[in-house]
């Protein structure tokens, strides 16, 4: 189950973890140059959930998320000269400049975004498994959230409507241990996220989010069973983010050891590399992998530093829908 076995798979999970990572660095580096405004969270770190969860995903199958979004962009399939455009406030930007970081979106690779209210997303992504179970199509809602959206009450709304409908959605928590600066323990009366389900008699399982291969075994049960009409699933992937809760946050209320210690025994890029040369890839496969995502992201950089900003009155395009 879960991601199969052939070698040219493994390489292409390995190749999209890496670009995220590297986008996710520019990301940072061309903010501190000042070429990124407004807020803008990274997902270095946290790259096996998204990645894994794609890894089983089916044409039709829609995913929406929060404002931690750039990752599962560039997972499903957005191109990264779009996406870097869109945080550097140009037209050629998936929101045409407009949305920025938080908000931006792709009808073609189902990707419903990006959201900046913290939970305002999971019952959009219960509407989106409802239309999948009025249509009978068989496709699942992947709905992503955080460790700090699981106390909001919408969630709960959400999860009782959802069991009730027995609607096609998998709820994935992607606790990173702490909403903006609160550790989880501080936040949550429990920490086995997975379990607020049970009251509506919602299934759910904890997963190691920091291992691509779990994420994707996990992910593919989950999937199915709301395809076999048994209604949503939740998975709480146990992950970390390296970087703060944003680009302005300097993360003072954790220590550089345990981030050190994550990186050193945890990190899902580096572990999954030593995993693949224990399969027999060759390092020389790693550095091809290397240098192709380096330039896609130098061109990606450059086209959205090259491109125009948009006019002052496309602030009032794409209001409306015309018919």
């Not at 990274?42 to 998320?65: N, P, R």
């Not at 962009?73 to 406030?89: F, Q, Y």
């Not at 049970?198 to 989950?222: C, H, R, W, Y």
Request: with cysteine.
């Amino acid at each position: 189950m879960g991601i199969k076995e052939p070698i040219n798979t493994y390489l292409e999970i390995y190749e999209k973890m890496l670009l995220i990572r590297r986008f996710e660095e520019k990301a940072g580096q061309l903010y501190g140059m000042g070429k990124i405004g407004g807020f803008c969270h990274l997902y270095i770190g946290q790259e096996a959930v998204v990645v894994g969860v794609d890894s089983v995903k089916k044409k039709g199958d829609q995913v929406i998320t929060s404002y931690r979004d750039h990752g599962h962009m560039l997972s499903c399939g957005m191109d990264p000269k779009g996406v870097m455009s869109e945080l550097t406030g140009k037209k050629t930007g998936y929101s045409k400049g407009k949305g920025g970081s938080m908000h931006m979106f792709s009808k073609s690779k189902d990707f419903y975004g990006g959201h900046g209210i913290v939970g305002a997303q999971v019952p959009i992504g219960a509407g989106l498994a409802f239309a999948n179970k009025y249509k009978k199509n068989k496709s699942v809602c992947f709905t992503y959230f955080g460790d700090g959206a699981a106390n909001q009450g919408q969630i709960y709304e959400t999860f009782n409507m959802a069991s009730l409908w027995k609607l096609p959605v998998v709820f994935i928590i992607e606790n990173n241990q702490y909403a903006m600066g609160t550790s989880i323990d501080r936040a949550s009366s429990t920490q086995k996220l997975f379990s607020r389900g049970q009251a509506f008699n919602i299934p759910g399982k904890l997963v190691d989010g920091m291992d691509v291969l779990k994420v994707s075994k996990a992910t593919e049960a989950a999937a199915k069973d709301c395809r076999n009409g048994n209604g949503p699933y939740i998975l709480e992937m146990n992950t970390y983010r390296y970087k703060g809760h944003s680009m302005s946050d300097p993360a003072k209320y954790r220590t550089r050891e345990e981030v050190q210690s994550i990186k050193n025994k945890k990190d899902p890029i580096e572990n999954f590399q030593k995993y693949l040369l224990k399969k027999g890839i060759k390092e020389d496969e790693f550095k091809k992998i290397d240098q192709k995502i380096k330039t896609t992201i130098s061109e990606a950089a450059d086209f959205a530093i090259e491109s125009e900003v948009p006019e002052l009155s496309d602030l009032f395009n794409d209001i409306y829908l015309e018919h």
